[in-house]
């Protein structure tokens, strides 16, 4: 099959990087021949040269922004006014930039598109008036994870969602956060992330004892974009509590994003020499090999990348039992779960501080299960198996006609 794949941004985040998962997988099973559409230059497009895949960018605009309000009521009313005017250019480029994909894919003589997040600006267009089917892949749950306000309303949001072929969600949680907009009666197929391919999983064999029995300070890694939805604030909360108890006790923050409150917040708490603010990194196995523990904080998460890399490197997980990561991992068999605020997740950190055994133990369990649930083999195989279902979908519809045409 011919495939159009639409993405939404250019960097190497969590959408990006399952879709260079599937299609990696894509490439080894030769069952898909990809094609990627995205709005600007970025890591992302290296990542797609590196693998020789082909690549177009062509520069729609975002549906969904991060909305910030300050200062009077008429610089509210202005920043307001300013956020709807942009909303509508925005929605006017789209609708053109949509007709350019729909030329590319009837070039490339396309079999379906798929567009890869439910921020795709022109999904909207596409999925309204695209001759071909379209699979909506949904990564994320927009309002509630993120806070992200839907430009164009609620209602253009569902119809655009109602009026594709498929929808895939990569977690229980999102198809639920879903059907909050379509309902229950359009099919949403459910199909987990492939976060690696089994002979990578298989190539994190870390020693889980040697981890907890580590020389140095227990450390604690949380990995995501800083964003008060990712729960940085609670886990520096409950690092005060830790460090009472265990002064040496570390814990490391990656991610991009505003870190000022985060530092005034430590400084507050006195745990300037505790807590590590890394920023972004591309790569973060290094940092995976050497923590004792990943801290899983995320409010609606939608499925938890990070958690099963952690989990695959053979680090134990203590995380926030919401959403996505119900999914992932069940409490006190492959990994622990909170869900009273900091001061519980405090009592989960120093148990695993006091208990290296039990860490050890969590973080094998972990391997093995993730290992065998969340593999790119599985995942693109059950991805395949839609994209063909919707391909031999559109092939009967498109003889019925030609039948009913020519009787």
Avoid at 154 to 162: C, G, P
């Amino acid at each position: 099959m011919r495939v159009i794949h639409i993405t939404h941004y250019a960097d190497l985040y969590g959408a990006n990087r399952s879709l260079l998962d599937l299609l990696d997988a894509f490439q080894s099973n030769g069952s898909v021949i990809p094609t990627v559409l995205l709005p600007a230059e970025g890591p992302m497009c290296e990542a797609l040269r590196t693998r020789g895949l082909p690549f177009s960018i062509i520069p729609f605009r975002p549906w969904m922004t991060a909305r910030h309000f300050e200062g009077g009521a008429h610089h509210r009313l202005m920043q307001y006014l300013r956020y709807r005017g942009d909303a509508r250019e925005n929605a006017r480029l789209n609708e053109g930039f949509a007709g350019t994909a729909l030329a590319l894919a009837s070039s490339l003589r396309a079999d379906l598109i798929h567009i890869n997040s439910l921020a795709v600006g022109i999904g909207r267009y596409l999925t309204e008036v695209s001759s071909l089917p379209t699979v909506w892949h949904a990564r994320e749950m927009p309002e509630r994870q993120y806070g992200l306000h839907l430009d164009q309303g609620r209602r253009t949001y569902a119809a655009a969602l109602a009026s594709a072929t498929r929808i895939i969600a990569n977690s229980e949680a999102t198809k639920i956060d879903v059907q909050r907009y379509i309902g229950s009666d359009k099919r949403v197929d459910v199909i987990h992330n492939g976060v690696f391919s089994l002979p990578q999983y298989d190539q994190w064999q870390v020693d889980p004892q040697a981890r907890s029995m580590h020389a140095g300070p227990f450390t604690f890694l949380l990995v995501g974009v800083v964003h008060p939805s990712k729960g940085q604030e609670e886990a520096v909360r409950a690092m005060a509590l830790v460090k009472d108890r265990y002064p040496e006790a570390r814990l490391v923050l990656v991610g991009s994003g505003n870190v000022k409150p985060l530092q005034e917040l430590m400084n507050s708490l006195d745990l300037n020499g505790n807590v590590d603010i890394l920023g972004h990194r591309p790569n973060v196995d290094a940092l995976y090999a050497k923590a004792q523990a990943l801290l899983m904080c995320s409010r609606n998460e939608a499925f938890g990348r990070v958690t099963v890399e952690a989990m695959a490197h053979g680090v134990p997980v203590i995380a926030r039992a919401e959403a996505g990561t119900l999914e992932v991992l069940d409490h006190g068999r492959q990994g622990l779960l909170y869900q009273n605020g900091h001061e519980q997740l405090a009592q989960r950190m120093m148990s695993l501080i006091a208990d290296p055994e039990a860490a050890r133990s969590l973080g094998q369990r972990g391997r093995v299960h993730v290992r065998g649930l969340f593999n790119s083999e599985l995942c693109s195989e059950r991805v395949t198996a839609v994209f063909q279902a919707v391909a031999a979908g559109r092939a009967q519809r498109a003889s019925e006609h030609r039948a009913t045409d020519h009787p």
